[in-house]
């Protein structure tokens, strides 16, 4: 079993929708939760982080940690086509070693 | 430009040549990480470096790949005898301690490897 599954998609859907992107995980250590958008061709970069559980907003973007069901998430409103992109969670122990999802593919038609 | 820059961008060489790549992280950044993404996957974790001592490396890193990051600055990976399975994206990242425990990696560009 991989420490974290995530849905590859493609997942693909109308400008202005709201889309929700899903990780689950198996090791109860991971205290840290973050995720990265990365444009093809591109590497990396970080959108949000949160610590422990709850939910965190950053404008059209929300974060939402349930650690009793090792079950995380972002939410996308307003969806735009500049959001077409690969969506990454990444998960850290408070270690130096971020395991990342295998990222799921975000299509916005306009 | 101050974020994390890798060099070179690209690189196709035949199997069995040997590859360097170079990383240059951001300048007050003390950590260093090397991971490979391969399509369709997430970014795999290669090495770790915190300032120039090479903390971790991962079982995926056989001994055809070392990593150095002399005087804590900028890393370099060497990929010796290179095989077609080595075909990936090398990204490169780097972080600074934070408050509570954070980590925020900071990613380059990657150096795309085509083997022939």
């Known amino acids: 079993q991989k420490e974290v599954e995530q849905d590859p998609g493609p997942l693909s859907v109308p400008e202005g929708a709201i889309v929700s992107l899903n990780c689950t995980y198996s090791?109860?250590?991971?205290?840290?939760f973050m995720w990265y958008r990365q444009y093809s061709r591109k590497g990396p970069e970080l959108l949000m982080y949160?610590?422990?559980?709850g939910n965190k907003e950053d404008g059209r973007f929300t974060a939402q940690v349930d650690k009793s069901s090792k079950y995380i998430s972002l939410f996308i409103r307003d969806s735009q086509p500049s959001d077409s992109a690969t969506y990454l969670c990444a998960l850290y122990t408070g270690g130096f070693k971020t395991i990342f999802g295998a990222g799921t593919r975000l299509f916005v038609k306009a | 430009d101050t974020g994390v820059s890798q060099d070179p961008r690209h690189k196709i060489t035949k199997r069995g040549q040997n590859v360097t790549f170079r990383c240059d992280p951001i300048?007050?950044?003390?950590?260093l990480y090397w991971y490979r993404q391969t399509l369709g996957q997430g970014p795999e974790f290669l090495t770790y470096?915190?300032?120039?001592?090479?903390?971790?490396k991962s079982r995926l890193l056989s001994d055809r790949f070392s990593a150095e990051r002399p005087k804590g600055s900028f890393s370099t990976l060497e990929i010796q005898r290179t095989e077609q399975g080595d075909s990936a994206m090398y990204l490169c990242a780097s972080s600074s301690p934070g408050t509570g425990g954070t980590d925020t990696q900071y990613f380059g560009p990657g150096t795309r490897l085509t083997v022939l």
């Open positions: 470096f915190q300032n120039e001592a090479q903390l971790e």
């Open positions: 949160t610590y422990s559980s």
């Open positions: 300048s007050e950044h003390n950590r």
């Open positions: 090791n109860s250590a991971f205290q840290y």
